[in-house]
C-alpha cells in the first residue's frame, strides 16, 4: 500500500510574499467606506504586522512570525467579512493563514496547522475561482487539501480524505494540463495520486501513481515527499 509522507507536512507551506492591500488606507475607496475608523485603523497595523511577520520568518524567526500573524488576522478576517467579494481581501486573508501555518509547523504545532489550513480553504477556492489562470494559488490550493487529506488518512478516516484529495486531483491535472513539465505541478499531482490511491478503490489511480512515479524517479524530478511512498510501492511491485 502507499503511505503518504506525513513527516514532510510543510512540503507546499514555504513562506510567501505577497503584497497586503492597500484599499484601507483611502477611507473613500467603496470597501472601505463600509468600515468603521477603528477597523481601518486595525486593517492598517495588521498590513504592518503581516509584513514584520514576513520579514521574521524569511529570516527564520518563525516565533516571531507566528506572533505578528496572529496580531494581523482578526483585523483581515474583519474586511474580508465587511466586503466578501473584494477578492484582494480574500486573497490577503487565505496568504495570512497559509504563513501563519508555515511558522507553525516550522514550530511543530501541527494541531494549528491543520486548524489555519481548514479555516483557509474557502478562502483559497473563492481565489482559485477569482483566478483561473493562477497556478499559484491553485498548487497552494492543491497542497493544503492534500496535507488535509493525508492528516485524514492518517487517523484512518479514508471517507473523510477521499474527496480532499479528489478535488486536488481535480486541480493538479489542471496544473499538468498547462505545464507537463513542472517539478512542482508533477509533485502536487503525484501526492494526490498517491492519497487517493489509498482512498478511492480505483486500481487505475494506483497505476497512474507508479507509472508517474517511476518516470519522475527516473528523471531526477520526484521530491522528498513522494519519493518513499513510490520506492515502497515499487520495491512491492517487483518483490
Known sequence: ??????SAFLIFAAPVAVAAPAFAQDAAAPAAAQMTPE????????????????TAQQAG?????????????????????????????????????YADAAAYGAQGQMDKVIALYGESLPHWRKVVEAKP???????????????????????????????????????????????????VNKNILLSALIGASQTANDPALQTEALDLGKSMMADGTIDAMNKPSIEAMTGQKTG
Open 1 to 6: 500500500m502507499l503511505r503518504p509522507c506525513l
Open 39 to 54: 477597523q481601518i485603523a486595525a486593517f492598517n497595523q495588521a498590513v504592518t504586522d503581516f509584513t514584520a511577520g514576513q
Open 61 to 97: 524567526d518563525n516565533a516571531t512570525a507566528v506572533a505578528k500573524y496572529d496580531a494581523a488576522l482578526p483585523a483581515i478576517r474583519t474586511a474580508v467579512e465587511v466586503d466578501p467579494s473584494k477578492i484582494d481581501n480574500v486573497n490577503f486573508l487565505a496568504n495570512a493563514l
Open 133 to 183: 489562470t493562477d497556478t499559484a494559488s491553485r498548487n497552494i490550493l492543491a497542497g493544503i487539501l492534500i496535507q488535509m487529506g493525508n492528516q485524514k488518512l492518517g487517523a484512518q478516516d479514508k471517507a473523510g480524505a477521499d474527496p480532499l484529495y479528489q478535488e486536488a486531483l481535480t486541480l493538479a491535472r489542471k496544473s499538468v494540463a498547462e505545464n507537463g513539465t513542472d517539478k
